[in-house]
């Protein structure tokens, strides 16, 4: 496609259940990143992925938190039972290589936690 | 480490009249700089990099940023504030990590 994509663009879910959120990074682009977004947070670091790879899962707030890329491409952020504090906007970049390089972003996903 | 400032969480202008929205930065390493822009339930949008080229910065919409190492700054301005820059703006910084460092953001209020 010609961006980041993401779905879904926003979820509602009560506290406790499960939820996916999902990027599909531009073509080609090796590098794919999740932030997120949240009032009184601005915008934080969560992963990052270099093909499949995530050497770094510091970023991720809490082990209910988890990240997967397959394939070089497709990436999805889960967060388990989730929190009222969870709700934040999701956001994903990708980038050609890691580094440098200007990172593009998808629009969002916005999640709220009932 | 690196870190970023944004030294305004809002600044009001009127349409016509000029924009500086601040940001300083600290870095280990040589940075790479960049400013973002994201209108309401917008994503974000690259407006101008800076990557130890050309220490002025053309971007995208008439923005421009300096980058300033002595002051470790890199302001953005505009010589003519639109209704439609109405938008948060985030300064960011990268010194080779993988991943960048966003400042908390500087509304831009335009008014007629």
């Known amino acids: 496609g010609a961006g980041v994509s993401q779905s879904p663009s926003n979820k509602v879910t009560e506290k406790g259940k499960d939820v996916e959120l999902r990027c599909d990074p531009i073509s080609g682009h090796t590098a794919l990143y999740w932030y997120r977004q949240s009032l009184g947070q601005g915008l934080e670091f969560l992963i990052y992925f270099q093909g499949n790879s995530a050497p770094d899962k510091s970023g991720l707030p809490s082990d209910r938190f988890s990240a997967e890329r397959t394939g070089g491409s497709v990436s999805t952020l889960t967060i388990q039972r989730t929190q009222q504090e969870d709700s934040a906007v999701y956001l994903c970049?990708?980038?050609?290589?890691?580094?440098?390089?200007?990172?593009?972003f998808g629009p969002g996903t916005r999640l709220t936690v009932l | 480490a690196q870190s970023v400032t944004q030294l305004d969480s809002h600044v009001s202008v009127s349409e016509g009249t000029p924009v500086l929205l601040r940001c300083n930065y600290s870095?280990?390493?040589?940075?790479?700089l960049f400013w973002y822009v994201q209108h309401p339930n917008k994503g974000l949008q690259l407006l101008l990099k800076?990557?130890?080229?050309?220490?002025l910065v053309k971007g995208i919409n008439g923005f421009e940023a300096e980058f300033k190492k002595s002051e470790t700054s890199f302001h953005l301005t505009k010589p003519s504030a639109h209704m439609s820059d109405a938008a948060e703006y985030f300064c960011v910084v990268n010194s080779g990590y993988s991943t960048l460092t966003f400042g908390k953001g500087t509304m831009l209020l335009v008014s007629p």
């Open positions: 800076y990557t130890s080229a050309a220490t």
């Open positions: 970049a990708s980038s050609l290589v890691l580094g440098n390089n200007e990172q593009f």
């Open positions: 870095s280990s390493y040589s940075p790479s």
